[in-house]
Each structure stands twice: as structure tokens, then as C-alpha cells.
Nanobody, 120 residues
Framework: QVQLVESGGGLVQAGGSLRLSCTASGSIFSIGDMGWYRQAPGKQRELVADIITSAASTNYADSVKGRFTISMDNAKNTVYLQMNSLKPEDTAVYYC?????????????WGQGTQVTVSA
């Protein structure tokens, strides 16, 4: 079985920074991509950023470009999300997501979520 364990959420004032981490553990042969989604109350879950492991290419939501940075430590099966210049509208539960399997057959896994709250 595969588990994604997130950490790093919390309460921060607007303009502050947080760093989220997500580590994949268990039966892992290959990771296709890892990323972060978020869901605010009353809203749909949305992609924040993701990274394709083989190409190290990244993708960001327009709302976070220039403020958030996604990175990955392949040796540790860990993805990070550095969040700077946080805004109240970044408040949400942040979920880690990963495609894990054996290329080209991957299964998507989700973490349990970590709360990020940005006060005005």
C-alpha cells in the first residue's frame, strides 16, 4: 500500500510564508508526478502546482505563479511547496497528490490534507 503524509500547514499572517511537505511511502516502484491541490470552503478542489518527475517540469495555477514554488527530492519521494507572499484567499485545505506505479500504469493517491489559514 502507498501512503502520502503531508506536513507544514498552519496559521500565518498575510505576506508570510509556509512550506508544505508530502512524503510517499510504501510499495513505490515509480512516481510519475506529484502535486498539490487545495479546496476552500464551498469551492471545488483545484490544482495549485504539480511536477513531472521524469522531466522535472512544473505547472502552476495562475493565482500562485510567482509566489509558490514546487520542488521534489526524488531520493526521499518527497514533494515540497514553498508558499511566499501568502494572501487570505490562499486559505484552504491543501492536498498532496501523486501518480505512483510502473510506467505507463499509474494509480493516483491522495494525502489526508493539511490546513493553511492566512489571516488578513
Amino acid at each position: 500500500q502507498v501512503q502520502l503524509v503531508e506536513s507544514g500547514g498552519g496559521l500565518v499572517q498575510a505576506g508570510g510564508s509556509l512550506r508544505l511537505s508530502c512524503t510517499a511511502s510504501g510499495s513505490i516502484f515509480s512516481i510519475g508526478d506529484m502535486g498539490w491541490y487545495r479546496q476552500a470552503p464551498g469551492k471545488q478542489r483545484e490544482l495549485v502546482a504539480d511536477i513531472i518527475t521524469s522531466a522535472a517540469s512544473t505547472n502552476y495555477a495562475d493565482s500562485v505563479k510567482g509566489r509558490f514554488t514546487i520542488s521534489m527530492d526524488n531520493a526521499k519521494n518527497t514533494v515540497y511547496l514553498q508558499m511566499n507572499s501568502l494572501k487570505p484567499e490562499d486559505t484552504a485545505v491543501y492536498y498532496c497528490n501523486a501518480a505512483i506505479g510502473n510506467r505507463p500504469y499509474y494509480t493516483r493517491y491522495w494525502g489526508q490534507g493539511t490546513q493553511v489559514t492566512v489571516s488578513a
